[in-house]
């Protein structure tokens, strides 16, 4: 979606185009397709997207790139919550905190794809909101805006992670060694990854 509403690699439909003469409120983006793979119809798929007021702004003035921009960003940061610390976290956990971790284990990664997907659609809910906030957001205030989405990012990632730890079959002898060790690399990973989420160093020297 991201792709249809910013980028250039799509020509835009006449009735995507906001106008001047078109309000400043209550409009949204509605898009239809049925996707095909190889020889297979994958599905009909439906998304509608409201746009905020600001957001609407935007697209009277041109501005693709701008949101494009931003929207590209999240995109990124959602990827690499998934790829780069959830998936790690998940592969720790469902190996029974093995030393040595097979990411490229094809019984884990079935069982780690359902929690992956579980993040995946949470984050849909509430992307294009979230990205609407930034939008709307003072220049000056923008990177707070983008910190408090990078946290609910992490947020997002560590409940799967939790459900993971309730719902995996793991040997009851190393359970809890999984558990520990599957919540280490998501930190790990996390401050890593974004070192926005590092914990703040404080100053405890008397004054």
Not at 77 to 93: N, Q
Not at 153 to 165: G, I, N
Not at 194 to 200: A, I, Y
Request: zero cysteines; aromatic letters at 8%; charged letters at 30%.
């Amino acid at each position: 979606m991201s792709d249809l509403l910013f980028s250039g690699n799509f020509s835009k439909a006449l009735l995507q185009q906001v106008q001047d003469s078109d309000p400043d409120r209550g409009l949204a983006v509605l898009a239809r397709g049925i996707a095909r793979g190889q020889g297979i119809t994958e599905g009909y798929h439906e998304r509608l997207v409201p746009l905020s007021k600001p957001a609407i702004g935007f697209f009277k003035r041109g501005k693709y790139d701008v949101l494009g921009h931003l929207a590209q960003r999240r995109v990124q940061e959602t990827g690499d919550m998934r790829g780069k610390v959830l998936r790690p976290a998940l592969f720790a956990l469902l190996q029974d905190g093995a030393d040595d971790i097979n990411y490229g284990s094809k019984t884990t990664a079935p069982q780690a794809d359902k929690w992956l997907k579980a993040f995946e659609h949470a984050v849909d809910l509430i992307f294009f909101e979230r990205l609407w906030n930034e939008v709307a957001a003072d220049p000056a205030d923008r990177d707070d805006v983008r910190h408090t989405w990078l946290r609910e990012l992490r947020d997002l990632a560590r409940a799967q992670l939790t459900k993971a730890e309730r719902a995996a079959p793991l040997a009851t002898m190393r359970r809890y060694k999984a558990i520990t060790r599957g919540r280490a690399m998501f930190d790990r990973q996390a401050y890593k990854q974004f070192s926005e989420l590092r914990p703040q160093e404080t100053d405890n020297a008397a004054a």
